[in-house]
């Protein structure tokens, strides 16, 4: 259980094209989902959580503007990059959260690799 | 808020010895510490972790001890094997929320 997919997994596009990440968990419904962005060699950067049916709260220096977030049911979140430029390039990861015992424990999703020409 | 230091960056070892990974936090109200294993291009994975009410876990080969006094958490493999070649991260949940605070990251590569 706590499988958590991630579409597409790859993805080119050209300068100023906006970009949509869809994050689903399979066989739970997460109340909460979180979005990370990985640069090569480095850790994971959280950018922002989304709970179900509200706003997201996005990470200190992270544009919601530029990274529109939706979460329209307990297992779909959704990441747009708009007007996406060669910087935004990265290693993109969703998890969902699941109640563990007392603890909500984070299963991610297997990532997108965006290109921006 | 939350801090996480991870050491070594790097580690090399030889098939059949024993890897350990270190960690410490700042926020001593972090009550939960997990462990991800990620390959190349690929997803993290949960392997271990450990709750804030408990000082060690082991499952197999990986065990993981917690000093609370100290605010530091280590991830112990034993019988290291080619295929634990990964990048390890350590984590820390403050109770404020239930975000993750990732380490930077151990890269070990275990040579046959």
């Known amino acids: 259980g706590a499988v958590v997919s991630q579409h597409p997994s790859r993805v080119i596009c050209k300068s100023g094209t906006s970009v949509k990440i869809e994050c689903r968990s399979l066989?739970?419904?997460?109340?909460?989902m979180f979005w990370y962005r990985q640069f090569p060699k480095q850790s994971l950067m959280l950018m922002a959580t989304?709970?179900?049916?509200?706003?997201?709260?996005?990470e200190q220096g992270v544009e919601k503007d530029k990274f529109l977030i939706n979460h329209a049911s307990l297992t779909l979140s959704t990441l747009t990059v708009t007007s996406a430029h060669p910087e935004d390039s990265s290693f993109y990861i969703c998890?969902?959260?699941?109640?563990?015992?007392?603890?909500?424990?984070?299963?991610f999703g297997p990532g997108t690799r965006l290109t921006v020409l | 808020g939350e801090n996480v230091e991870q050491h070594p960056s790097t580690l090399s070892v030889q098939e059949g010895d024993s890897a350990v990974i270190k960690c410490t936090y700042s926020?001593?109200?972090?009550?939960?510490f997990p462990w991800y294993k990620q390959e190349l291009g690929k997803r993290p994975q949960l392997i271990i972790d450990?709750?804030?009410?408990?000082g060690e876990k082991k499952d197999q080969r990986i065990a993981v001890t917690l000093n609370k006094t100290a605010k530091h958490f280590s991830l112990h493999i034993t019988e290291t094997q080619p295929e634990d070649s990964a990048v390890y991260f350590c984590?820390?949940?403050?109770?404020?929320?239930?975000?993750?605070?990732f380490g930077t990251g151990t890269r070990l590569l275990v040579s046959p």
């Open positions: 066989d739970f419904q997460a109340t909460t």
């Open positions: 998890s969902a959260s699941r109640p563990v015992g007392d603890t909500d424990t984070q299963y």
């Open positions: 984590a820390a949940v403050p109770t404020s929320g239930q975000k993750l605070v």
């Open positions: 989304s709970n179900e049916g509200s706003k997201a709260t996005y």
């Open positions: 926020d001593s109200a972090s009550n939960y």
């Open positions: 450990i709750r804030s009410n408990v």
